[in-house]
C-alpha cells in the first residue's frame, strides 16, 4: 500500500465534495488512482478528455505512482 | 511571459509593454465573457485556475510558439475569480518582424492555452442554474493531440 | 468602418468601440513603423493616401471579410503623413462570436489592405536617402490575383 | 483626340514633376494612358504592379477612356 495525496479541481472537486484526501491506496500508475477514486470524483467524462499532474508536473496516465506522490485530478479544461 | 490576474486586465498599459524598435507586426488576442453560450444566456462566469502548474504550461506554450514563428515579443494573462459580460478573461499579444508569424504565434498560444492549461469555467445563467463548461472542441483537440504519434 | 487618420492612432480609444455583449472573440492586428527595412537604417516614413479611393476599396475588402467570415463588428483606421519609429500606421480590429473568426477576418483585410488599396510608402533613412517601398510581396500578391480566373 | 486629365501619385508624380496635366490624346484605353505617358511617369515597373482609375473608380487596363475622362496613376502601392 502507498499513502497517496489526491487533489480534485473544478467538477471534480465539487463532486467529491473535498478538494484533496490522503488515501492508503494499492496503486501502479496514474490511472490506477484515476479508476479507483471514480466515485468520489462522479464523473462520467471519458478519461481521454481528463489530465493528469503528478507533484506538480503534467503527466501521462501511465505514469508511475510512489508512496508519498501527490496526483492532481483534472476534469475537461476550459481555458480562453 | 505567461501570467495569471485576479483583477481586471488592463490591455493599454500591457500594450505600451510590448514596443520594440524592429517590431512591424503586432497581433492581439482577447477572449471577451459573451452573454450566451450554447443557447443559453449567461450572466457571469468564474474561472477556477491551478497556477502553479497554468503558469508553467502557460510558459511551455509561448516557448514553443516562439520555435514554430520567431518573434520579438510576446506576453499572455489570464484571468481567475469571477467576470462580468464584457470582461477580458485572457489577453494574448506578440510583436514580430512580419504580420505573419504575429498572427500565427498569437493563434497558436490562444489554441493551445485553451486546450493544455489547467484551467476551468463555470457558467452562471441567467435564470439561476451554473455549469462547468466542457468545451468540446477543446476536447476533441486533446483527444487528437493524445492520439497523435 | 474604414477610416484615414491624419494624426496619431489611439487604440485604446477604439478597442472600447468594438464591445458587443455577444463577442467572444477579439482580434487586433497593429502595424508599427519599425527601424529597419531590407537591410536599411529607417529614420521615418510617409504615408501618401489617395483618400476616395483609398476608403472605398477599403470598406470593399470590410464588407468581403465579412461575407467570408462573419463578424460582429470591425474597424480599421490606416494612417497619411509622416510617422515616426513605433508610430501605428494601420490598426484592424474584429469582434466576432468566436476567435476563428475573428483572426482570419482580421488576416484578410490586412493582407488586402496591403495590396489593394492606394496607398504609397516612402522611407526616410538614417543615413539620409529616401525611397519609395516596392513591396515584393504585394506586387507577387497583385500578379497572382490579376493573373488568377 | 479626347481631352484626358491624368493624375499621377508617389513615384510617378515625383518623377514626371506635376501631380496632374490635361492632355489632348487619341487613346482607347487606360493602358493607351499609361504607354503614352510612361516618360512622364518614368518607371521601370511592370505593369501588373501598377494599378488605374478611372473617374475614381478601380479600373482594369483594359478599361475604355472616353473624352472628359480622369485617369489616375498608381506606382506599387504599400498599405499597412
Known amino acids: ?80 | 511571459m505567461f501570467s495569471i490576474a485576479e483583477t481586471d486586465i488592463a490591455p493599454e498599459e500591457l500594450r505600451q509593454q510590448m514596443f520594440d524598435p524592429g517590431a512591424g507586426g503586432f497581433c492581439v488576442f482577447e477572449g471577451w465573457v459573451r452573454n450566451v453560450n450554447e443557447g443559453k444566456q449567461v450572466k457571469r462566469l468564474e474561472y477556477e485556475v491551478y497556477e502553479p502548474l497554468a503558469i508553467a504550461e502557460g510558459e511551455k506554450v509561448m516557448a514553443e510558439a516562439q520555435q514554430r514563428f520567431p518573434h520579438l515579443k510576446v506576453y499572455c494573462v489570464h484571468r481567475s475569480g469571477l467576470l462580468e459580460i464584457g470582461d477580458c478573461a485572457v489577453w494574448v499579444a506578440v510583436a514580430s518582424a512580419h504580420r505573419d508569424e504575429a498572427f500565427k504565434a498569437c493563434r497558436y498560444i490562444i489554441d493551445e492555452i485553451k486546450v493544455r492549461l489547467p484551467i476551468w469555467k463555470k457558467e452562471h445563467y441567467v435564470d439561476g442554474d451554473s455549469g462547468w463548461v466542457n468545451c468540446e472542441r477543446c476536447a476533441s483537440v486533446a483527444h487528437q493531440h493524445s492520439a497523435g504519434a
Request: proline share 4%; glycine share 8%; net charge negative.
Open chain 1, 1 to 80: 500500500m502507498k499513502k497517496i495525496t489526491i487533489r480534485y479541481f473544478a467538477m471534480f472537486r465539487e463532486n467529491a465534495g473535498v478538494s484533496e484526501e490522503v488515501l492508503d491506496m494499492d496503486v501502479a500508475t496514474a490511472l490506477d488512482v484515476f479508476e479507483q477514486t471514480r466515485s468520489r470524483h462522479g464523473s462520467s467524462e471519458p478519461i481521454g478528455h481528463c489530465k493528469v499532474a503528478v507533484n506538480d508536473v503534467m503527466a501521462d496516465w501511465s505514469a508511475s505512482i510512489s508512496d508519498g506522490d501527490t496526483v492532481l485530478l483534472f476534469p475537461p479544461v476550459a481555458g480562453g
